[in-house]
């Protein structure tokens, strides 16, 4: 799930509520965030959140900007406020705090950044511009293995998805700018006009770095070449997520015979990776790896260089003076996104610092503002939705024993994850030197991490301690190799969890964060995986049928909503989430249930504890975004867009219907047999 007030001591209450606290619970409903004037049974969505949205306009930075992201600007300030606490101290060398100081104060030092221009990047585009050969140009991939100029593939270590105790090579799809193979295929009018405002931009960096008008348009017509060829053989994102058709094992010696045009031994070797680390591997796409070797094979001196700078200066347009940065933002924010301004240095300093040192960061945010006390008690909610979704699990008549029993033994072995690591990544290797520029540190960085991956991960059993989010991370998520779900503690936080409010608004929050994550272990791609992580069949058959049955009427029904009146949501792409939506309604409205049985939420300001669950689901998405945004998320987001989550969920959920009175004739009213159920 990606989810990605200042409250200074997080509380996780305890679950169930102890009746008769001294201090009164709340209902956690802000009444000025609801629109009465529309009815919850024709759009549940406005009714809920409309005065949020009203008094919560679209500010001019963002192309989106919800309750969620709220929380994160708030968290981003609290994160901004430890590093501006260090400023006022010198450290000695080595230490984080020295790190972190120097690092905030090189991405803050806007005169020293102007001054240089893009005199940093310079020294590599000149070495590029002389290498006139192609065989000079791949002598400097090799030289910069680690940062991948002109390396159409993704190249990283991770669980051997059926082996999952280990790591292997991951071989994958990349090389296109724009992400998606639609940018470059398309021809509706609005990605068309976006494909063409992305050639202009490619004309206008090159000339930023001293290439004349000429040369720039040449240099976009190699780049376009080239990413377009990449686009003619690349899976959609719909397509990415057959975990099954995405898995491809075979030996070195195969991968070299087959693409031998990629110099995979070679980019590793210079990487610092040894050959016996990557005996066997795992191709994601080979089709791709196909074209990209036979586009490697082919590709001029010309149009490889162009590709190689423009991979250079996409990677250092955000560390360099304000005039390429704001040439950047113009494309991939306002045209991309929609967004009217940029965000202040400060929002975006704090986020790069936190690209590079971000466990760091999370060390002393724990200690200030989430106590290790929060992680027992959040446990104890997360057991009880546990509880539920077993229950949950028993309950379908669709499912044989064989299976349920899988399922539960997958259920039980959840790896919970709460708040932040047990232990912290050991950075003492990186080093900060305020002497060389912003970008330069920037690279000595990506460097470190580079290294750092590969000798954590070639050739090294997985290590299930590991986060994949940083502790202040405003999000959640599942892992499905090593079977964990994750909750950072910057998540536990209003909208998500309020320690004042009672078991409806946190079960109808959190406790839906928490089921949709343990969902995911069941979702299309999710059960796939078996209790240890391997990917293995551990359905019937007929099982496995009547998953995909009732999956595809999931992916129907969103397909058929109206994002836009020329555009429609992909409902194959968002069926993952949308499946740990259903579940995660389902199951948390259960454990609600089962933690008030002997208590019922009383009824606060007119709403009853039903109600103020529902509408505190709703909540966690209130949101505004731009036209452009939608577009740009529906190609690229497998998050169906915070109205959908809404009212695209609720409408399958019985007790919606019982709480709210929705009834025939309702415009939110799907009969009960056409209602889409699975957990």
Known sequence: MNVKQIIPMVLLASVPVVAGAQTPLKSGIDLTNLDNSVRAADDFYQYACGGWMKNNPLPAAYSRFGSFDQLGQDNNKRINMLLTDLLDKTYAKGTTEQKLSDFYRLAMDSVRRNKDGVKPLMPLINEIEKAKKIEALRELQLKYATFGYGMPLGLSFGADEKNAKMNILNVYQGGMSLGQKEYYLDNDSATAAIRDAYKKHIVRMFGLFGFDNDAAHKKMQHIMKIETALAKVSKSRTELRDVEANYNKMTLSEFETKYPNVRLTKTMNADGVKTDCFRELVVGQPDFVAGADKLLATVTADELRAYMEWNAILSAAGYLSDEVQAADFDFFGKTMSGRK??????????????????EALGKMYVERYFPASSKERMEKL????????????????????????????????????????????????????????????VQNCRKFWSDWNNDYRAGKPVDNKEWFMTPQTVNAYYNPTTNEICFPAGILQVPFFNPEADDAFNYGAIGVVIGHEMTHGFDDQGRHYDKNGNMTDWWTESDGKNFAARADKYADFFSSIKVLPDLNANGKFTLGENLADHGGLQVAFQAYKNATKDAVPAVVDGLTGDQRFFIAYAGVWAGNITEKEIRSRTKSDPHSLG?????????????????????EGDKLFIPKSERLQLW
């Open 643 to 663: 109205r959908w989550r809404v009212n695209g969920a609720l409408p399958h959920i019985d007790m919606w219907y019982e709480a709210f009175g929705v009834k």
């Open 382 to 441: 997360v057991k009880n939705l546990q509880v539920a979704l077993a229950e949950r699990i028993k309950a379908q008549d669709w499912m044989s024993d064989t299976t349920k029993q899988s399922a539960l033994d997958k259920l039980s072995s959840f790896y919970v994850k709460i708040g932040y690591p047990d232990t912290w990544k050991d950075m003492s290797g990186l080093q900060i030197n305020p002497e060389l520029s912003y970008y330069e540190n």
């Open 341 to 358: 301004e940029d965000y202040p240095r400060w929002k975006r300093a704090t986020s790069q610092v936190e690209r590079q040192m971000g």
